[in-house]
């Protein structure tokens, strides 16, 4: 079958760095996606990965391991507007986006 | 370019009444979605299209129908709404590349009682 897991909810203090986990199975690969999503809005697209490595986007960076399985998403000098959700999903043979149940970043002062 | 608009925001249904979700996008993507998204659970996907007449099934489509008889418009449709119904219906859509990113409409409230 096919799965993403990431962790339910997480906590960071502003100003830190924080690293959210996301694990995959799928039918297929064909790029992982890491999405933000504040309470009430819809889904915006953060990063893409499809090969090994990191990418890096200002604050954000995410990095994939394909033989793994594996990616995480890294927000640095953490903000108040950073809480939200963060969602990953995994791109399969039939190029339909497997959605994680996202993971809860809260930010404390 | 107002992206990938939905009507209507809020909707409370009684148990059997039906309804149609209107999603619209101005980019003229080819890919289209309609996915459900409920407390704990990521986002389910209810029915797709790849282009203007057609449609397909996601992985939760029962009780729901849709329509694309044009490209910036798709249509999701309950003919007897249920309490199981009850959640966030996002529209999205891309151009249909590997590498593309969906783009989300703000989202349609739906409470059934």
């Known amino acids: 079958g096919q799965n993403i897991d990431q962790p339910t909810e997480m906590t960071a203090t502003e100003g830190a760095i924080v690293q959210i986990n996301c694990t995959y199975q799928t039918s297929g690969f064909n790029g992982l996606f890491w999405y933000q999503q504040h309470a009430g809005e819809a889904p915006t697209f953060l990063s893409y990965?499809?090969l090994d490595g990191l990418e890096e986007k200002g604050r954000f960076s995410s990095f994939l391991s394909r033989s793994k399985g594996y990616s995480y998403l890294l927000l640095k000098e953490l903000q108040m507007k950073d809480s939200a959700s963060y969602l990953c999903a995994g791109r399969d043979s039939n190029y339909q986006l497997i959605w994680g149940a996202g993971t809860k970043l809260i930010i404390k002062p | 370019n107002a992206g990938v608009t939905q009507t209507p925001k809020f909707r409370v249904l009684k148990t059997g009444q039906s309804m149609t979700l209107l999603c619209a996008q101005d980019?003229?993507?080819?890919?289209m979605y309609w996915y459900r998204q409920d407390p704990g659970m990521g986002l389910r996907l209810i029915h797709y299209?790849?282009?203007?007449?057609?449609?397909a099934k996601g992985e939760v489509p029962d009780g729901y129908n849709v329509s694309r008889l044009k490209k910036q418009n798709f249509l999701l449709g309950l003919e007897s709404a249920a309490p199981s119904q009850t959640s966030v219906y996002f529209c999205a859509s891309d151009p249909g590349g590997a590498a593309d990113t969906q783009y989300f409409g703000p989202g349609t409230r739906l409470t059934v009682l």
């Open positions: 299209s790849v282009g203007e007449g057609t449609t």
């Open positions: 980019m003229n993507h080819e890919y």
């Open positions: 990965n499809v």
